[in-house]
């Protein structure tokens, strides 16, 4: 389960580096806002991008 658990956080950074880069405005209204809105797709990374920002 461990494995299995690893292969879709490696699947998840994958999938978000393969994502354009997104624009100034398109993160008008903060980038903790942007992580937010995006947990459904990115779980593990929005975690952690919560937790590292929101110090």
């Given at each position: 389960q461990m494995k299995k658990a690893?292969?879709?956080?490696?699947?998840?950074?994958t999938k978000y580096?393969?994502?354009p880069t997104c624009s100034p405005k398109d993160i008008e209204s903060g980038v903790l806002s942007w992580w937010k809105d995006r947990q459904a797709i990115y779980p593990h990374l929005s975690k952690m991008?919560?937790?590292?920002?929101?110090?």
């Open positions: 690893r292969i879709s956080a490696q699947d998840e950074l580096l393969d994502e991008a919560m937790d590292y920002l929101s110090v």
